[in-house]
């Protein structure tokens, strides 16, 4: 049986601040329209981290039964190295989708937008067929449009219009560099598989982009949300305030630039998120402040 430590492991809690920062961010976006409400703020917190947890053991369980995680080299997988049963990784991330769908009823309620119940079943499935089904889309290049999507847009504009019932520029913006941001610690994860997923047959992005190519996308994401402070400056000005996790994608952008691979890539990860969760903080606060 996996010890405690390798399930916590096993959920990827780097992960996080890619589930924490969306919701900042839509939060802070709401706040910045008088509509912020903070037991709908919460439980929309409740849903991002069940998801994203469920999702990781998804993709361990899926992962694992392929056999595209027997040779890695990052952290070890429950199901790839044998520590935990398949049967026990699934279970752990059926209650996660469970848990999720359950606290996002309790925000339909609460806010009366049941329309946003397609968003959710979406996401859940989206969670899913990522790694799992027989085409699983991560497997197509197509994992970084749909953790764009999902962390992006549908994470940010859906908090904020639960709590405010409407959406603007603002959260638009705030959208699109968590959507950014997110997918910038993809392609980094990815960037760091590149050869145990041509060997297993895994065709991400990277894969197929290559590595140059990859590396070159990392840094435009990863830029691209302080694009985004700029623009969005000009008519709210203290979200300048998201220049301030500007220092922490240096290190990050050096790495990936200046072409390390292997194991030494797997501080971008942490770093990226780390950025992300300092960008939605601090933006966050400039719309509070406007």
């Not at 994203?52 to 040779?71: K, L, M």
């Not at 499935?125 to 999507?149: D, I, Q, R, S």
């Not at 402070?229 to 922490?248: C, H, N, V």
């Not at 691979?261 to 942490?270: A, D, E, M």
Request: net charge neutral.
């Amino acid at each position: 049986m996996a010890s405690v430590a390798e399930w916590v492991e096993g959920a990827r809690i780097r992960t996080l601040p890619n589930a924490i920062a969306p919701v900042i961010a839509g939060s802070g976006a709401a706040l910045g329209t008088s509509g912020f409400d903070l037991p709908l703020a919460l439980l929309a917190l409740a849903v991002s981290l069940l998801l994203i947890t469920g999702v990781n053991f998804a993709n361990d369980y899926s992962d694992g039964i392929r056999g595209t995680d027997e040779e890695r080299t990052g952290p070890q997988r429950l199901v790839g190295s044998g520590a935990a049963n398949p049967r026990s990784v699934l279970a752990a991330a059926l209650a996660c989708f469970a848990l999720a769908a359950i606290a996002g009823l309790a925000v339909l309620y609460l806010s009366g937008h049941w329309w946003l119940l397609l968003l959710g079943a979406v996401s859940i499935a989206g969670a899913w067929f990522y790694t799992g089904g027989k085409h699983p889309y991560g497997y197509a290049g197509l994992g970084e449009l749909a953790v764009f999507c999902f962390f992006g847009p549908a994470a940010v504009l859906g908090t904020m219009y639960v709590q405010a019932d409407t959406v603007n520029g603002s959260g638009i913006g705030a959208a699109v560099a968590m959507g950014s941001f997110s997918s910038a610690v993809l392609v980094a994860n990815n960037l760091r598989d590149i050869p145990t997923d041509t060997a297993s047959g895994k065709r991400t992005l990277a894969v197929l982009l290559g590595d140059r190519d990859t590396r070159t996308l990392y840094a435009l994401l990863t830029l691209l949300p302080f694009l985004i402070s700029t623009l969005t400056a000009l008519r709210i000005l203290p979200a300048l305030l998201g220049f301030l996790a500007l220092p922490l994608v240096v290190t990050p952008l050096r790495t990936v630039l200046g072409g390390r691979t292997g194991l030494s890539l797997l501080p971008v990860l942490r770093d990226t998120g780390l950025a992300m969760l300092l960008w939605a903080v601090t933006t966050a606060i400039g719309f509070a402040v406007a």
